[in-house]
């Protein structure tokens, strides 16, 4: 249901920037975040933001990564500086209608691999 994009192949020290686009029949979108699930391991969270503006990031990701999002166009961003090779995985934005649900609107994933 969400659109991300951005992902690719990047050297180590690189960066990318992923978007996440929200389809406009969704009128309702409290908090969004991106999740990462690398391979053999399970999804973890990357990062969310609040519509009041609310931040949170993994220890992993903290001074390398920055979530943003412009709440007119429902539309997200995770500029990721300083890549990693363990960075590697498919990134995957979610939203939900109310904080106090799970994450239910997901997007298909977009590719980022980090190459040493």
């Known amino acids: 249901l969400l659109q991300a994009s951005g992902g690719g192949l990047v050297q180590a020290g690189g960066s990318l920037r992923l978007s996440c686009a929200a389809p406009?029949?969704?009128?309702?979108?409290?908090?969004m975040g991106w999740y990462r699930r690398a391979p053999g391991k399970q999804r973890e969270l990357v990062a969310t933001?609040?519509?009041?503006?609310?931040?949170n990031y993994a220890d992993s990701v903290k001074g390398r990564f920055t979530i943003s999002r412009d709440g007119a166009k429902n539309t997200m961003y995770l500029q990721m500086n300083s890549l990693q090779p363990e960075d590697t995985a498919v990134y995957y934005c979610?939203?939900?209608?109310?904080?106090?649900?799970?994450?239910?609107?997901w997007g298909q994933g977009t590719q980022v691999t980090v190459s040493s």
């Open positions: 933001i609040s519509t009041g503006g609310r931040i």
């Open positions: 406009r029949n969704i009128f309702s979108i409290s908090d």
């Open positions: 979610a939203a939900r209608s109310s904080s106090t649900r799970p994450y239910h609107y």
